[in-house]
């Protein structure tokens, strides 16, 4: 079974300037969840999709968004870049079953730099 | 707020010798916990999980030990390959609240020498 691919697995944009990263997760999986790491505040939970709705956002200001397509791939986008959004930003596919235990596999991750 | 900690950012043990990385956490809520591993340039691989029902977890060369009064986890590697120098973090969420969110600790470098 193929892992959980993200795209593109790196990118450099200016400051001010908008990108887009896609996740396509594990066949199967409809629960898909983004995390942005960074050396100073290491993993942080952006946000979860399951079933084309959001189901948790973390806390991070509203030119972060995502979504997600009926095929359970989920796109996240960033507007109005700033130099501190400089990171990786790692998208995660589990069964999103309710109460559940099931786990988060993880994608490569996009590294992301602003300049 | 760290709800999740991982006071030693680094860990170095001999081939062949036990590793032990220590977890702590806050929240009394959370009742299920993961451990990742991480090599750099890629994304956190799961190595083995333990729910709040349980205290001890075994999986291979990986056990995760729980003490849920003291808040505290611990994930043992016996024995130490240097295939195992990587990041190591651990995670935790709440089961109830319906959603898949982990809460990181900050990771634990471990070397493992030849």
């Known amino acids: 079974k193929a892992g959980v691919t993200q795209t593109p697995r790196y990118l450099i944009k200016t400051r001010g300037q908008q990108v887009t990263l896609s996740c396509s997760p594990i066949s199967g999986h409809r629960s898909v969840s983004w995390y942005q790491q960074t050396p100073g505040q290491g993993l942080q939970f952006l946000f979860e999709?399951?079933?084309?709705?959001?189901?948790n956002k973390g806390n991070f200001p509203g030119r972060f968004s995502g979504r997600q397509f009926s095929n359970s791939r989920s796109e996240m986008n960033v507007s109005t870049l700033e130099l501190g959004d400089s990171a990786l930003y790692l998208c995660a596919s589990s069964l999103g079953l309710a109460a559940s235990t099931d786990t988060q596999y993880f994608g490569p991750g996009t590294r992301l730099t602003v300049l | 707020d760290q709800q999740v900690k991982q006071n030693s950012p680094s860990l170095s043990v001999q081939e062949g010798r036990i590793s032990i990385l220590n977890c702590d956490y806050t929240?009394?809520?959370?009742?299920?916990f993961l451990w990742y591993k991480k090599y750099p340039a890629e994304g956190p691989t799961f190595l083995i999980s333990?729910?709040?029902?349980?205290d001890k977890n075994e999986d291979g060369r990986f056990t995760v030990f729980l003490n849920k009064s003291a808040k505290h986890l611990s994930l043992h590697i016996v024995p130490s390959q240097p295939g195992d120098s990587a990041v190591y973090f651990c995670?935790?969420?709440?089961?109830?609240?319906?959603?898949?969110?982990?809460?990181f600790g900050q990771g634990t470098t471990l070397q493992v020498k030849p």
């Open positions: 995670a935790a969420k709440k089961t109830s609240g319906n959603t898949g969110k982990l809460i």
């Open positions: 999709y399951f079933s084309e709705t959001q189901r």
């Open positions: 333990i729910s709040s029902i349980k």
């Open positions: 929240n009394s809520m959370f009742d299920y």
